[in-house]
């Protein structure tokens, strides 16, 4: 029995036998991918992560500089998560950002990802964030439909964030 077992196994043992080959695959995805390859490069990531406790992956993504270019993209796609506040049609960009920062997030949780993480500048990336700091001015009883929904979309980025710096303070 115990099919999940099993299949975790195996990709542990594919992952063994043509990982680098892989992973570059699935960084350079995660970095410059099409935004539905880009959620899903950063999701199998974020399950290799999980299994990564020797952390081979971790040492492989910081010294090719995949980690670096995973935190500039924070940066890069700053105007894109600001524009996606408003526009009603730009969900593409909240999902790679929810999916990057659920993959940082898991980094965090160990002291190798968490000093990783630091090391790369992950803090300069997030106060260079100007997407942060882009938060609806919306009064308490807002009824109107809009506000809801950019209040909504502001949660959707700000929450990763804020969920993010929480694990790299524990």
Request: charged fraction near 20%; charge should be positive.
């Amino acid at each position: 029995g115990g099919g999940a077992g099993n299949t975790g196994q195996s990709a542990t043992r594919i992952l063994r036998k043509y990982g680098t080959s892989i992973m570059r695959i699935i960084c350079q995805d995660a970095i410059d991918g099409h935004h539905v390859t880009r959620t899903l490069a950063f999701t199998l990531l974020d399950a290799i992560m999980r299994r990564d406790n020797d952390r081979t992956w971790l040492q492989f993504m910081s010294n090719k500089g995949y980690l670096k270019h995973i935190l500039a993209s924070i940066e890069l796609e700053d105007g894109a998560l600001i524009q996606s506040l408003t526009s009603t049609q730009q969900y593409a960009h909240f999902y790679v950002h929810e999916s990057r920062l659920a993959m940082l997030n898991t980094l965090a949780r160990s002291r190798q990802g968490a000093r990783a993480l630091l090391d790369n500048g992950l803090i300069m990336k997030l106060s260079l964030a100007k997407f942060i700091s882009s938060r609806p001015n919306i009064q308490v009883s807002a009824t109107d439909a809009g506000d809801k929904a950019r209040q909504h979309r502001y949660r959707l980025l700000i929450f990763p964030v804020l969920r993010l710096i929480n694990t790299l303070q524990t």
